[in-house]
């Protein structure tokens, strides 16, 4: 599922970040995350990795809930229901993996290789020069006049942590050396918390089981917010690979999720043994 920030939203970005509309990308850390052209109306209708659905659906649901059809989830005020754009095209998500890594194997200048653990980036002079990495047993170098660190939300802030770059003092309290003292590493961690609910369908309404799940989505703004748009409701998958659960017949499910929480939480370094979890 792929869903750009509304324009409310964009005021919500730390100042370590921003946003370029002419590039696509999002966060600016030396990253990371480049919007491929999705099949809406505000970025063009062509090319892209996501897969586009028939309005027709969402513009039955918005007539009977009486809520406004926006034909673009991703357009300047995407308020009420409408299709989601996903990556994901006869039941096969499209990864990065998928997408962008596996047809370019066959360059010269690409080298993929598995069980190689980042213990930190090297900095020597101000800059980055490389990584530390570990594999077989074996701590080795290696260098690069270009490094994208992108681990996750959890642990790219504990390798920069792990590197000298972060609070002051939570690296002296570990041992660790201090390059430079940026309180904003590991803060603002924020998350979309979540609620499915299940139903039973009525009696007379058929369920296609096999079929690929259609993204039908409702943004609203909750009762009494001085926020735009931060609630979603949204169609959800009937079976979980993660728990394995399997949901009886007939049942379907909704999910409520708060885009744009008030709250938010921190990683912080437990140990500066680069194996350790982090305290989040």
Request: proline share 7%.
């Amino acid at each position: 599922m792929i869903g750009r920030p509304g324009a409310m939203t964009i005021g919500h970005i730390p100042k370590c970040c921003h946003i370029s509309a002419n590039k696509r990308r999002i966060w600016t850390l030396e990253m990371i995350f480049t919007v491929p052209t999705v099949l809406c109306p505000s970025v063009g209708n062509k090319g892209g990795d996501l897969a586009s659905y028939p309005v027709g659906f969402s513009y039955c649901l918005s007539s009977r809930t009486g809520s406004i059809l926006t034909e673009d989830m991703n357009g300047v005020n995407p308020t009420g229901v409408g299709m989601v754009p996903m990556n994901n095209q006869s039941g096969v998500r499209m990864s990065t993996a998928i997408t962008h890594l596996s047809p370019m194997r066959h360059r010269l200048n690409l080298t993929v290789r598995g069980n190689v653990f980042v213990r930190k980036v090297v900095i020597e002079n101000g800059e980055v020069n490389g990584v530390e990495a570990e594999s077989g047993g074996e701590i080795f170098r290696l260098e690069s006049k270009k490094v994208v660190l992108s681990a996750g939300a959890l642990k790219s802030p504990h390798i920069l942590m792990l590197s000298g770059i972060g609070p002051k003092e939570q690296l002296e309290e570990f041992g660790v050396p201090v390059l430079q003292d940026t309180p904003g590493v590991g803060a603002n961690l924020r998350n979309h918390p979540i609620s499915p609910i299940s139903y039973r369908v009525k009696e007379g309404i058929t369920l296609v089981p096999d079929a690929s799940g259609v993204r039908i989505a409702l943004r609203y703004t909750a009762a009494g917010s001085h926020e735009s748009n931060d609630m979603m409701m949204t169609t959800s998958s009937l079976f979980s690979p993660f728990t394995g659960e399997e949901l009886p017949d007939r049942i379907g499910r909704i999910s409520c999720v708060i885009e744009l929480p008030a709250g938010s939480g921190f990683v912080r370094l437990a140990s500066s043994a680069p194996y350790s979890s982090t305290k989040v």
